[in-house]
C-alpha cells in the first residue's frame, strides 16, 4: 500500500520562497517516478513537474520552469518541491504522485498514488 505524505505549505508573500516535501512508503521509492501536481479553486488539476526514478530527468510546466525545482532523496524515500518568486497564481492545493496505474499521464508516465494534498497560498 503505497501512502504519500506532504508537508511544507502555507502562507507566503509573493516573491517569497516554499519547499514541499513528499515522504513515500509501501514501494521501493527509487523504482518509480515523482511528480507535483497543483489544483486551484474552480480550475482542473495541472502537472507542476515530474522527475525519474534516479533524478534525471525532469520536466516542468512552462509556467514555473526558473522557479520550481523538483528533486529527491532515495535515501530518505522523499521527494521535495522547492519554489522561488512565487506569484499568486502558483496558489493552489498541491499534492504528490507515485507512477502506477492511474490516469495523470506526463511525460510518459503514469500516475496513480497521490497524497492528501497540501495549500499553498501566496499573496499579492
Known amino acids: 500500500q503505497v501512502q504519500l505524505v506532504e508537508s511544507g505549505g502555507g502562507l507566503v508573500q509573493a516573491g517569497g520562497s516554499l519547499r514541499l516535501s513528499c515522504a513515500a512508503s509501501g514501494r521501493t521509492f527509487s523504482l518509480y517516478a515523482m511528480g507535483w501536481f497543483r489544483q486551484a479553486p474552480g480550475k482542473e488539476r495541472e502537472f507542476v513537474a515530474v522527475i525519474s526514478g534516479n533524478g534525471r530527468p525532469t520536466y516542468y510546466r512552462d509556467s514555473v520552469k526558473g522557479r520550481f525545482t523538483i528533486s529527491r532523496d532515495n535515501a530518505k524515500n522523499t521527494v521535495y518541491l522547492q519554489m522561488n518568486s512565487l506569484k499568486p497564481e502558483d496558489t493552489a492545493v498541491y499534492s504528490c504522485?507515485?507512477?502506477?496505474?492511474?490516469?495523470?499521464?506526463?511525460?510518459?508516465?503514469?500516475?496513480?498514488?497521490w497524497g492528501q494534498g497540501i495549500q499553498v497560498t501566496v499573496s499579492s
Open positions: 504522485a507515485q507512477e502506477g496505474v492511474g490516469s495523470a499521464v506526463v511525460a510518459g508516465w503514469r500516475f496513480g498514488s
